[in-house]
C-alpha cells in the first residue's frame, strides 16, 4: 500500500473507544518529537504553523504555509504520514492545490467551509470539493472541515446536512470543528464515514480521549493546543532563568 492508503486505513476499523490521536506538529522540532513518541501520523494546525512563523491565524502567504508543512514532512520518517491544515485552499484552483499540496508530501489535507468568517453556500463547497477529489484522485485524504458550530450555528442538524454532501462528493472524513461532546452521538448516528474531533490539549481532557471516541469520535486532533502548551512551559523556563 502507498503512504496515503496507510493513511486511509488508520480511520477504519477502529474499535468506538480507541480513537485515532493525532497530534499537531508547528515546525520540524515538534514534528520529530511526536514521531520519535510513536505516533502513527501527525496533522498540522494552521494557527500552530502561523504562530510559528509569526503571523496570526489565517495571514500566512500561501508559499511560506506550504514550505513550513514541507519542511515538517521531511523531518518525520517516511513511514509517517502527514496531513496538512491548508484552511480554504487559498483561493487555488483544485489542480493546483492538490498540485502543490502533494508536491510538500503530505498526503492529506484539512479544507474548511468558511471564508472570510462566514460559512460559504454547501453546495458549492461540495462542487469544489468533488472537483478537489477529481484532481488527486485516491492520492489525497480529504478532511472536510464542517464550520457550523465555530460560526454559531449550535443544531447538530446543520453539521450533519453540510457533513452529508461532502461525503458524496468525495471526503474521506469530516471535521465538524468546536463540535460539544453531547452533540457527537448525534453526528455519529447521521454521518457516514469517520468524523475529526477537536479536543483541548489540558491534562484532564487528554485523560477522556477514549470517552471522545465513544461518543462518536473517529480521530482526534488539538489544533494549536500543543504548541500553546509548550509555549507556557518555554515561558516557565525562561522565568526561571531570569530569576537565577
Request: glycine residues 12%; hydrophobic residues 45%.
Amino acid at each position: 500500500m502507498s503512504l496515503v492508503d496507510d493513511f486511509r486505513a488508520l480511520h477504519h476499523g477502529r474499535a468506538p473507544g480507541d480513537p485515532l490521536v493525532l497530534p499537531g506538529p508547528w515546525d520540524a522540532a515538534s514534528a520529530r518529537v511526536f514521531a520519535e513518541a510513536g505516533f502513527p501520523a501527525l496533522a498540522t494546525p494552521s494557527a500552530g504553523v502561523a504562530a510559528s512563523l509569526g503571523y496570526a491565524d489565517g495571514e500566512v502567504p500561501v508559499d511560506e504555509m506550504f514550505a513550513a508543512v514541507a519542511r515538517i514532512v521531511r523531518s518525520v520518517p517516511a513511514s509517517v504520514p502527514v496531513s496538512a491544515d491548508i484552511e480554504d485552499g487559498y483561493g487555488l484552483p483544485p489542480k493546483e492545490l492538490v498540485e502543490r499540496l502533494l508536491a510538500t508530501g503530505a498526503v492529506g489535507c484539512n479544507l474548511e467551509d468558511s471564508t472570510d468568517g462566514a460559512l460559504r453556500d454547501p453546495h458549492e463547497q461540495a462542487d469544489w470539493l468533488a472537483e478537489v477529489r477529481a484532481a488527486a484522485g485516491d492520492g489525497l485524504f480529504i478532511n472536510a472541515r464542517v464550520d457550523t458550530f465555530v460560526r454559531g450555528v449550535a443544531d447538530p442538524g446543520a453539521a450533519v446536512e453540510r457533513a452529508r454532501l461532502y461525503v458524496a462528493a468525495g471526503a474521506d472524513c469530516v471535521y465538524p470543528i468546536f463540535a460539544p461532546p453531547e452533540a457527537l452521538p448525534q453526528l455519529r448516528a447521521g454521518i457516514e464515514g469517520p468524523i475529526n474531533v477537536g479536543a483541548k490539549a489540558d491534562g484532564p481532557s487528554l485523560r477522556k480521549l477514549g470517552e471522545l471516541g465513544e461518543l462518536g469520535a473517529t480521530r482526534i486532533t488539538f489544533g494549536p493546543g500543543l504548541l500553546v502548551r509548550a509555549t507556557e512551559a518555554l515561558r516557565e523556563i525562561a522565568g526561571g532563568l531570569k530569576q537565577t
